[in-house]
């Protein structure tokens, strides 16, 4: 098993920025990708951004140029910058991570972008 723990989340006035964090019990670098995802009530999870072992990084058309996901090795955790926010942002954000032992989530954080 592996541990996830999402930190970070909160409520940010439109066009603000949050940074969240995601631990890994792990080392993330035999991880085959972690990312972000997000999901709001009533609708199905959607990909957000990856980052692949490598640091390949792939994000949704419509975070582009506002998010960032990095990593930290040393530290197995994995960031998401979220810089120009807006309320169409506002969801439940869970950390994924992928390794040769399966796939696994973290309880997820809220990010509310209200003013």
């Known amino acids: 098993q592996v541990q996830l723990v999402e930190s970070g989340g909160g409520l940010v006035q439109p066009g603000g920025s949050l940074r969240l964090s995601c631990a890994a019990s792990r080392s993330i670098f035999s991880m085959y990708a972690m990312g972000w995802y997000r999901q709001v009530a009533g609708k199905q999870r959607e990909l957000v951004a990856t980052?692949?072992?490598?640091?390949?990084?792939n994000y949704a058309d419509s975070v582009k140029g506002r998010f960032t996901i990095s990593r930290d090795i040393s530290k197995n955790t994995v960031f998401l910058q979220m810089n120009s926010l807006k309320p169409e942002d506002t969801a439940v954000y869970y950390c994924?991570?992928?390794?040769?032992?399966?796939?696994?989530w973290g309880q997820g954080t809220h990010v509310t972008v209200s003013s």
């Open positions: 994924n991570g992928q390794w040769s032992v399966g796939q696994f």
């Open positions: 980052i692949t072992t490598s640091g390949i990084t």
